[in-house]
């Protein structure tokens, strides 16, 4: 069955890029679109976007200025790279799948990456 | 941006109680709204989507009503491992937006 694991540096200092990879395994990421969701500790669940493999994207507007989502298909891979980091984006960062074209449910999930800004 | 206001923030409620919470959206979002529960330390798993269908695999305790701007999630009859907390989710507008979730206790 489809797996989803995020990687990427855990910590990040402030100004700088936050870079996350999600890659694909037990299926073809042509099978869907994919998402980023972020929480912050003992807080909700905040879109950050989605990527469709045409590369095709939309951003949620509160980010958009600094966000970039790719996607690789030959590697089973899709990025996230949020820039100008500050504490404020210290969160654990999800990669997610959308189970259809038709909705915006995400039935699979990875298990999600602690990401820390601090100096 | 579509505000998802979810009540109660949260609840305790005794194994084998019903327990029912709600999702108001903030405008008019027809049936476009999924359901996750959440436990400790894990990502979100999906359980109702499309306001009112059940996920493969997900107990028939918990379902799902409602269109509009008022929604209910229900789960028939309370068990341990339902111990977690629960977002609505609406997709009708970008940004996808999710309430402020319900966390579920186990009185």
């Known amino acids: 069955q489809v797996q989803l694991q995020e990687s990427g540096p855990g910590l990040v200092k402030p100004s700088e890029t936050l870079s996350l990879t999600c890659t694909v395994s037990g299926g073809s990421i042509s099978s869907s679109y994919w998402t980023w969701v972020r929480q912050p500790a003992g807080k909700g669940l905040e879109w950050i976007g989605r990527?469709?493999?045409?590369?095709?994207?939309n951003y949620n507007p509160s980010l958009k200025s600094r966000v970039t989502m790719s996607v690789d298909t030959s590697k089973n891979q899709f990025s996230l790279k949020l820039s100008s980091v500050t504490a404020a984006d210290t969160a654990v960062y999800y990669c997610?799948?959308?189970?259809?074209?038709?909705?915006?449910?995400?039935?699979?999930w990875g298990q999600g990456t602690m990401v820390t800004v601090s100096s | 941006d579509i505000q998802m206001t979810q009540s109660p923030s949260s609840l305790s409620a005794s194994v084998g109680d019903r327990v029912t919470i709600t999702c108001q959206a903030s405008?008019?979002?027809?049936?476009?709204l999924n359901w996750y529960q959440q436990k400790p330390g894990k990502a979100p798993k999906l359980l109702i989507y499309h306001a009112s269908n059940l996920e493969t695999g997900v107990p028939s305790r918990f379902s799902g009503s409602g269109s509009g701007t008022d929604f209910t999630f229900t789960i028939s009859s309370l068990q341990p491992e339902d111990i977690a907390t629960y977002y609505c989710q609406q997709y009708d507008n970008l940004p996808l937006t999710f309430g402020g979730g319900t966390k579920v206790e186990i009185k």
């Open positions: 997610a799948r959308a189970r259809d074209i038709t909705s915006d449910a995400f039935d699979i």
């Open positions: 990527i469709y493999t045409s590369g095709s994207t």
């Open positions: 405008q008019d979002i027809s049936n476009y």
